[in-house]
């Protein structure tokens, strides 16, 4: 393959930290789009990112990033300014760099070397097992990745891939099968004790199996869109490691699992779902220091005005974007508009906060820390269907306020 010098002495001239993080991108497909946090979160997963002692891993992946960035590895996409895409001439260096390592199972190519250690393909309509024949001399996997182009396509995956293939794959740390319309998951993962990734977004998943929670290495685990899914497992208080717990659009979920006070690690959880009965847990909030990044908080209505102050949300000095909601139902027997205004001045947020919304709060009135002079951040307020409130809270002091 003819590469054009230059490009070859930039890569030349890179870090050898960097030359690692670039050549693993050649698993992408052509013309895919990614975004800076999967791309970290990949990396991360497969041990790509070299620890600095003054530099969370996160960090450190976000500064590789911006990096390859600047130097012009990775461009904006001209269609999604939040995505960054590969030229082909960049993908070509990385395909050369990469070696028999990192491979990808695209048109005619039917085999795998036996040190392959990064995969990834492009989903079909129907992916059954003779899709995967080209894994059959693979002996230690690290990565599985498919790729589905479009969300809104529908892709199946023949059962016997899952039952018969996958189990093979014990030393894998990045594995997914977002997009595929599996409805079950076979119950094996104490078989994989180095997975540090898992992505089972836009799936048909109705439950995860119990033994997930013996993944002690587990880092991410996404389950963005995952309509059906009903619960999550009980003892997911064991998954110490787990840095990114992703449930947006995971509707069907009621709850989160008691004991997340022990996931003091985790630094990006979407959703904290608080059921019926369970508005003592909310105080568990107050061990996960870390968090970042935007934060949802629903089923407030099962809350008392003295748990939420043991939250300590205030302390959350990464949470940039805040969701408060309550249930749509404003006849519930459990609701209580005092009740509801103690929450609310409870739950006061961080000083740093950008966007603030409040959904379906009950109480007659705001709490005045939201019109407070301290939170000279804010740029975003939503105050959703407050049918109660009469009066809106003195809003000209938040100076940088651009959308109400």
């Not at 990775?74 to 300014?81: I, M, P, T």
């Not at 023949?158 to 119950?187: C, H, M, Q, W």
């Not at 000083?351 to 939170?375: C, H, M, P, R």
């Amino acid at each position: 393959m003819n590469i054009i010098p230059a490009l070859r002495l930039s890569y030349h001239h890179l870090l050898s930290c960097l030359k690692r993080c670039f050549a693993c991108c050649f698993i992408f497909p052509k013309d895919y789009e990614f975004k800076e946090e999967e791309m970290i979160l990949i990396r991360r997963a497969e041990g790509f990112l070299q620890q600095k002692a003054k530099l969370r891993t996160k960090d450190l992946g976000k500064q590789y990033f911006e990096d390859l960035v600047l130097r012009s590895f990775f461009q904006k996409s001209s269609k999604n300014e939040s995505r960054f895409v590969m030229h082909d001439l960049i993908n070509d260096l990385a395909q050369v760099v990469a070696g028999e390592i990192f491979s990808k199972l695209e048109g005619d190519r039917h085999q795998f070397s036996n040190r392959t250690r990064h995969s990834s393909y492009i989903v079909g309509t129907f992916c059954t097992v003779k899709k995967f024949e080209a894994f059959n001399q693979v002996k230690s996997l690290r990565t599985f990745l498919p790729f589905q182009l479009s969300r809104y396509s529908r892709a199946f995956l023949a059962n016997a891939v899952l039952v018969d293939l996958f189990p093979r794959f014990g030393y894998l740390r990045v594995l997914s099968f977002s997009g595929y319309k599996i409805t079950e998951l076979p119950d094996v993962f104490e078989n994989f004790k180095y997975l540090r990734y898992l992505n089972f977004s836009d799936t048909d998943i109705k439950c995860l199996p119990d033994s997930l929670c013996t993944l002690y290495h587990l880092e991410t685990l996404l389950l963005k869109w995952c309509s059906k899914l009903q619960r999550l497992p009980s003892e997911m208080g064991n998954l110490v490691n787990l840095h990114y717990l992703d449930i947006r659009g995971a509707y069907s979920i009621e709850r989160i699992p008691f004991r997340i006070d022990k996931l003091t690690n985790l630094q990006r959880l979407s959703d904290y779902i608080i059921g019926d009965g369970d508005g003592c847990h909310i105080k568990d909030l107050k061990y996960l220091s870390n968090l970042k990044g935007d934060f949802c908080i629903s089923g407030l209505e099962s809350v008392n005005g003295e748990d939420a102050g043991e939250a300590k949300l205030n302390e959350k000095q990464g949470i940039h974007r805040l969701v408060l909601n309550w249930t749509i139902n404003f006849e519930k027997a459990s609701r209580n508009k005092e009740v509801e205004e103690w929450v609310l001045d409870s739950l006061c947020p961080p000083k740093k906060l950008l966007q603030l919304v409040i959904e379906n709060y009950g109480g007659a009135k705001f709490s005045t820390w939201i019109a407070d002079s301290s939170f000279k951040n804010v740029l975003s307020l939503e105050l959703r269907n407050c049918k109660n409130c009469k009066s809106l809270p003195s809003i000209a002091r938040l100076s940088l306020l651009k959308d109400l």
